[in-house]
């Protein structure tokens, strides 16, 4: 599974692995964080909550098959250790050093399910080895958390025999609170009978502790499972020649030797020690020759979690602002292939723009299918309001208009499957190569308008509407071209043409600025000037945040006192007023076009700055009273 999350990507580069698909250790996160706040965390689903608790379910009916058979970082530092032994620089930890650093992973366990259910984000992510590695250190990794938990991962594998499996794995630690399933759940039950004497009195975190506290006294006590799992390698004694090549083989150190029944809490049923004994039968599982029936486990319970999970699927938020008995008699809409509802946070943040929304009297949101589900006051709104609430009007500038144009023309057309902004975000990307096609606006409508302003002397609404339906798209990522297939169909409803003049569109689009300094309001208009500059980068969006260095940059003359910019039937112009006596036109040229800015900041300070502007200010200007 691992081979191919990480081979796929490299053969085909419109899929994104997903490291996170099947975490159980996820779910189990998802899944407490359902009891305590009705929420799960992140981005998980009922797929990693079903394989959680098929590992969980796996360790109380077969053994920690999820150890043996499928962690990722089991298998890495295993191969790791091998490498040790083979230069015979590793030591197996033993006595009280081996019984009381199993405190490490127990901790680990308690911090992790605090903060992911606390914030409802997967705090496991800050510094999973296993996440950092495969995602490169992006996302929610917190390197400072993550490289160093990578290092001693690695490091303490190689020197000390199964450093992360015994000592630092959270998903060691609940797979062990598993096995000791009966005090776990006497604590559970005790807490909520508590808690139902006394509402409220004991938080779930107080629960929690408890748990990872006594998981942790019985495993470093006895180093024993108690009843579960139910299935342990089994020694014949009359068949063992007392070889001990089980001991050296077993990867988690077990002296299985000299016992009759491996009870040791470290055993995951790897079988190990059964392929490579050299007298048959001499060890079996339950006294029987069951092999194979670990591996066949781990299969059945992982697709039968699949399975399962594909069947339901748990609401990552589900809030009512009102009684229950409103929610009865509520109307629902509902609506998939929201791709923007694909995590927690984004949840809530729909559901907070749905609280706003008159009418609106709950919400569930379902990230893995990317549903969400509106219950609404039917007197007071519609299903028609409601989706006209949830549409995000989009608005992009993609294009510069070339030099001399004076009217744009604009295309409104209907487009299906272009309600997501996802889906408006690609449309856009169709166009941003697109020469002549300069912006492109979207507005709620059955089916959604899209108005593109575009040049029609280098592009034509019928090319704008082909473009629309192409089947699939090049596009240029980051890590070079892509192919998509947008799926947009145009409607044939509502397609209207017209024109805009050039000035009114860019001033859609871009702040025309007017800044007065240097005591402007000191001097009297006839002894100002005014030179008058093209400034194209006024229409650049990327040049926005940089015209108030340049403004700072002008202010160090006394003489200037004035900066404006004006849309115009043709190029953009820059308005520089300056007092003649003071300053002169060749100076302010110069001032502009230095290499380096000095900039003022509000705190006062003075900051040398790159010159950002790409083009050179012209000193042809014109100059007026
Ligand atoms: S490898 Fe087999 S024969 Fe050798 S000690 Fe272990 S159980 Fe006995
Ligand atoms: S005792 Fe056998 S089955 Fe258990 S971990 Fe060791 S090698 Fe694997």
């Not at 892509?482 to 397609?495: D, L, Y």
């Amino acid at each position: 599974m691992l081979a191919y999350l990480v081979i796929r990507p490299l053969l085909d580069k419109n899929y994104g692995a997903d490291f996170e698909a099947y975490c159980p250790f996820g779910g189990m996160q998802a899944l407490a964080s359902f009891f305590s706040s009705n929420t799960l965390t992140c981005s998980m689903t009922t797929v990693q909550i079903a394989t959680g608790l098929a590992v969980l379910f796996g360790v109380i009916v077969v053994s920690k098959l999820f150890c043996s058979y499928i962690c990722p970082i089991g298998t890495v530092t295993e191969w790791i250790g091998e490498q040790a032994r083979k230069m015979k620089m590793q030591v197996t930890l033993s006595g009280k050093p081996d019984r009381f650093i199993r405190i490490l992973k127990y901790s680990l366990l308690f911090i992790t399910f605090y903060y992911s259910v606390s914030s409802s984000e997967l705090f496991c992510r800050k510094f999973d080895p296993y996440y950092a590695s495969f995602t490169g250190f992006s996302g929610d990794v917190v390197w400072y958390f993550a490289l160093p938990a990578l290092i001693l991962t690695m490091v303490g594998s190689f020197f000390i025999r199964q450093f992360w499996c015994k000592y630092l794995c959270p998903l060691g630690a609940i797979t062990n609170l598993a096995a000791y399933a009966l005090p776990s759940v006497s604590l559970a039950l005790i807490w909520v009978l508590a808690n139902s004497i006394f509402p409220g009195t004991i938080s779930w975190i107080w629960l929690a502790a408890c748990i990872c506290l006594l998981g942790f006294l019985l495993e470093a006590t006895t180093l024993k499972f108690l009843i579960f799992p139910p299935l342990r390698i089994t020694r014949n004694s009359g068949i063992c020649t007392s070889c001990r090549i089980c001991d050296k083989k077993c990867p988690m150190s077990i002296p299985i030797s000299t016992v009759d029944k491996v009870n040791h809490i470290d055993c995951h049923l790897c079988v190990e020690c059964v392929v490579k004994c050299p007298e048959k039968a001499a060890l079996t599982i339950n006294n029987k020759q069951w092999n194979w029936l670990p591996s066949a486990a781990s299969v059945i319970l992982i697709a039968s979690a699949l399975i399962i999970s594909s069947a339901y699927e748990l609401p990552t938020i589900s809030e009512r602002w009102v009684e229950t008995s409103r929610i009865k008699e509520a109307g629902v809409f509902e609506m998939s292939g929201l791709k923007n509802i694909k995590c927690f946070g984004s949840s809530r943040s729909f559901a907070n723009q749905m609280k706003e929304v008159p009418g609106v009297l709950g919400v569930e949101t379902y990230v893995k299918h990317h549903k969400v589900r509106v219950y609404f006051d039917t007197k007071l709104t519609g299903s028609e309001k409601i989706k006209e609430a949830i549409f995000s009007p989009y608005s992009e500038f993609l294009n510069s208009p070339a030099a001399g144009l004076t009217t744009i023309k604009t295309f409104s057309v209907g487009i299906d499957h272009c309600f997501d902004p996802n889906d408006q975000s690609l449309l856009a990307e169709l166009f941003r190569d697109q020469k002549g096609v300069m912006s492109l606006e979207t507005t709620f409508g059955e089916p959604i308008q899209a108005t593109f302003y575009y040049d029609p002397g280098l592009i034509s609404s019928e090319k704008i509407k082909s473009r629309i339906e192409q089947k699939s798209v090049e596009l240029k990522g980051e890590e070079g071209t892509f192919t998509v297939e947008p799926g947009f169909a145009i409607n044939s409803k509502g397609q209207s043409e017209g024109t805009m003049e050039k000035a009114a569109f860019l001033e859609r689009y871009f702040e025309s600025r007017d800044v007065k300094f240097n005591k402007f309001d000191s001097y009297s208009a006839s002894s100002v000037k005014t030179l008058n500059l093209p400034f194209p980068s006024a229409m650049d969006p990327e040049m926005q945040d940089w015209i108030p260095y340049l403004v700072s940059q002008l202010s160090n003359d006394d003489g200037v006192i004035r900066f404006k910019i004006e849309f115009t039937s043709s190029d953009p112009l820059l308005l520089i007023s300056y007092v003649p006596t003071m300053t002169t036109r060749d100076k302010i040229i110069k001032l502009m076009n230095e290499p380096t800015f000095m900039v003022h900041y509000p705190d006062k300070s003075v900051k040398k700055v790159k010159n950002p502007f790409p083009i050179v200010l012209s000193g042809s200007g014109k100059e007026s009273k």
